[in-house]
């Protein structure tokens, strides 16, 4: 069935960074009040906005101490009301972030737990006696450490997934379960479009916390590798949404990893538990064995493959929303592309990609203008508790100083947290006071304000993209059209055909009637045809045309032709519709 947010465009805000209005160094809700024109401008149908509610900031706001209250770092409710308002009048609609796998350890019901071990908080969160003087299991937190936390002045521990601020709540508990679902409601009674759901995988736990083998020298074993080995979340989920999402039809987005291959129909299908989930392959891909100091650079034909089994295998379901980074990431340019493509055409192409495979497309921040990994001097620049803890097993491993600032400089969530590049004044126009995280010193460069001044920016050539997804003529099949791969045999190309075909309608094809893996298919008999390539290559490519060229959609470079033959510029892109 067709559902309203399959055709959109969404765009991810990490407040903090986006733009500050009141001069305290912090992105705020009337600083994106004032920047809701240029979204719209942009094309942006959805905005996903980074946690803004109270919060400690441990992790940046994902550390949550009050559902129903506004950080005062960002504003107040009538602030977000009033963007809430102004969205719906440019038809904006807005998305939150729901963190519910943990709170903050200064949330009211951590607190009351502390205070009463035997009370009814207790259990809404995984408190467990430690084992012969050590702690209940032998799992490592995602931040690093043990996933238990001693309490002071007891035999007692209790759990964190990720920091030790961050106790993970016990989805168990119906009582505590129903307190979720009463804010959700609240919130989505308040006019919210929708959520993007944070680290939702790990609400399902196996409650005998066995112990596992351990992959490490600490003798603990990663929470991922007892993730995966943890059934029964389906459940959780389904209940979730019929308690809250399904009654609004609202719109949701998963963050999950680890799911297990054939849950993909049970979460993204026709009654999946969300709208939609992320699209990871390709960035799992720089997953090092043992962390950011030994993950792999990403190769271009790993990176084609993923993306392509991906699209074939989720087309059969569903959607999943493609990105190419987002404030966990480092920036997808400077990820994805080789050295010599980072650069507007390189920029461009990669974004050519992005957002007409098949799926929900989500901008971050700053994506739109080509913003790269900032150059870190010293790991005193880095705030986030991740690039922290992976600098301090870089340099446990044995890696130098530089060598460990070298290695998570690549990967540091830092990266995507920059202050947003408006202008080339003064700390990138983004605030008149002290930015609380470095600006990326090649903002004089890369700035809004600057590419909306040049015709043939990366900013401008994103409004084109966006505009032709979204156009009447090309909507239906950028959105419900299938996904064809094609040049696989092409060293440097990633191509594909997006098509509708004569027989079906639309709705027919979202729903995905489409059974078998169809490789390098060449549609016969579509109604309607667009090639979309690439040449991720430093060197020219001339490639046979195995359709008729319509028209030329969009074309990063002039080198780029198409003719007899189609002839791609290194880094040339090129969108064509085919007869
Ligand atoms: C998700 C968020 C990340 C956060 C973590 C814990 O992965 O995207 O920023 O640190 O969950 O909430
Ligand atoms: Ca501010």
Not at 45 to 70: A, R
Not at 276 to 290: K, P, V, Y
Not at 305 to 334: M, T, W, Y
Request: hydrophobic share 35%; charged share 25%; proline share 4%.
């Amino acid at each position: 069935m067709n559902k309203w947010w399959h055709d959109k465009a969404a765009y991810q805000i990490y407040p903090k960074s986006f733009y500050d209005a009141n001069g305290d160094g912090i992105g705020d809700l009337q600083g994106i009040i004032s920047k809701l024109d240029y979204l719209e401008e942009l094309g942006i149908d959805i905005i996903w906005i980074s946690p803004i509610y109270k919060s400690p900031f441990v992790d940046q706001g994902y550390d949550i101490s009050d559902y129903y209250e506004i950080a005062p770092e960002f504003g107040t409710m009538e602030d977000f009301e009033e963007l809430l308002a102004q969205a719906k009048k440019r038809g904006i609609y807005i998305v939150m972030d729901l963190v519910i796998n943990h709170c903050s350890d200064q949330h009211e019901w951590f607190q009351k737990a502390l205070a009463d071990p035997e009370g009814e908080y207790a259990d809404y969160f995984y408190f467990r006696a430690g084992k012969n003087g050590n702690p209940p299991s032998n799992y490592r937190s995602y931040f690093g450490g043990s996933c238990w936390e001693p309490v002071p002045g007891t035999d007692q521990y209790y759990f964190h997934a990720f920091a030790k601020e961050q106790p993970d709540l016990n989805w168990e508990n119906p009582k505590m379960r129903q307190e979720i679902y009463d804010m959700i409601n609240w919130w989505l009674e308040k006019g919210l479009a929708g959520f993007r759901i944070d680290a939702i995988i790990n609400i399902k736990k196996d409650i005998n916390f066995p112990d596992l083998e351990p992959d490490g020298p600490d003798g603990l074993v990663s929470y991922f590798r007892v993730v995966e080995q943890t059934r029964g979340v389906g459940q959780l989920l389904k209940d979730l949404k019929n308690n809250t999402f399904a009654k609004y039809d609202a719109f949701t987005v998963g963050e999950v990893f680890n799911m297990h291959e054939e849950e993909l129909p049970e979460f993204i299908g026709e009654d999946g538990h969300f709208s939609t989930i992320f699209d990871f392959s390709a960035h799992c891909l720089s997953e090092g064995e043992h962390g950011w100091y030994d993950a792999p650079d990403i190769d271009f034909k790993e990176w084609r493959e993923a993306i392509v089994n991906s699209q074939l295998e989720v087309q059969k379901v569903g959607f999943k929303a493609n990105i190419i980074e987002n404030h966990d990431e480092p920036r997808g340019v400077s990820r994805f592309l080789p050295e010599y493509a980072r650069n507007e055409a390189g920029t461009k192409m990669l974004g050519t990609i992005s957002l007409l495979l098949r799926g929900i497309p989500f901008l971050y921040q700053g994506q739109e203008i080509g913003m790269q990994n900032c150059v870190w001097d010293s790991s005193e620049e880095w705030d986030d508790i991740s690039t922290k803890d992976q600098y301090q097993v870089a340099k446990a491993a044995g890696l130098s100083e530089k060598e460990a600032l070298d290695k998570c400089a690549r990967l540091s969530r830092d990266n995507a947290r920059t202050p947003m590049q408006w202008s080339g004044e003064r700390c990138a126009g983004f605030t008149q006071g002290t930015p609380w995280l470095k600006v990326n010193p090649n903002y004089s460069k890369i700035n809004v304000e600057k590419q909306q001044q040049e015709e043939d920016s990366v900013l401008h050539y994103y409004k084109k993209l966006i505009a032709l997804r979204k156009s009447e003529e090309f909507k239906e099949v950028f959105t419900y059209g299938r996904f064809a791969p094609a040049y696989e045999e092409q060293e440097n190309i990633m191509a594909f055909y997006r098509y509708l075909d004569k027989e079906e309608t639309a709705s027919e094809e979202s729903v995905g009637v489409f059974h078998k893996r169809q490789e390098n298919q060449e549609p016969a008999s579509s109604r309607k045809r667009v090639l979309v390539a690439a040449n991720f290559g430093k060197d020219a490519a001339e490639l046979p045309l195995k359709c008729k060229v319509k028209k030329v959609l969009l074309s990063n470079l002039p080198e780029n032709q198409a003719g007899e033959t189609l002839v791609l510029a290194g880094c040339g892109t090129m969108v064509l519709e085919c007869e």
